[in-house]
C-alpha cells in the first residue's frame, strides 16, 4: 500500500500546506485512497488538533461545497479510529506520517 518511496512535494502557500502529488483528487474524498494514491490535496491535519484542544461537545462544520468536508471527516475517523491490529496501526501511522500533525 503505502511504500518507504512516499515522498510528496509539499510546499506553503497563504499559510497553508500542499501536498503535490501525481494527480488531483477530483470527487475522492477517502482519505486513505488519497494519500495512497499520491493524489495532490491541500494539508488540514491540524484540525485534529482543533478538534483534541477544543471544550466543545458538538461541533459543527459548515463550509461551501467541494470545499473537503467529506475528506476532513475521512481524516478524522482514520485518525481517531483505534487499531485492532499491528497492521492497522502501521497503516495508520503512514497516512500521517507526512502531515503537520505528526510533528
Not at 486513505?32 to 471544550?55: P, W
Amino acid at each position: 500500500m503505502l511504500g518507504s518511496e512516499f515522498k510528496p512535494y509539499t510546499d506553503t502557500r497563504n499559510n497553508a500546506n500542499v501536498i503535490f502529488g501525481a494527480s488531483v483528487a477530483v470527487g475522492k474524498d477517502n482519505f486513505e485512497t488519497i494519500i495512497s494514491n499520491r493524489l495532490t490535496f491541500v494539508d488540514k491535519s491540524m484540525l485534529v488538533k482543533e478538534f483534541i484542544e477544543s471544550s466543545d461537545s458538538v461541533s459543527l462544520i459548515l463550509r461551501p461545497r467541494r470545499f473537503g468536508k467529506s475528506t476532513n471527516l475521512s481524516m478524522l475517523n482514520y485518525f481517531f479510529k483505534i487499531p485492532y491490529s499491528r497492521e492497522e496501526n502501521n497503516i495508520s501511522r503512514k497516512l500521517f506520517e507526512k502531515l503537520k500533525i505528526s510533528s
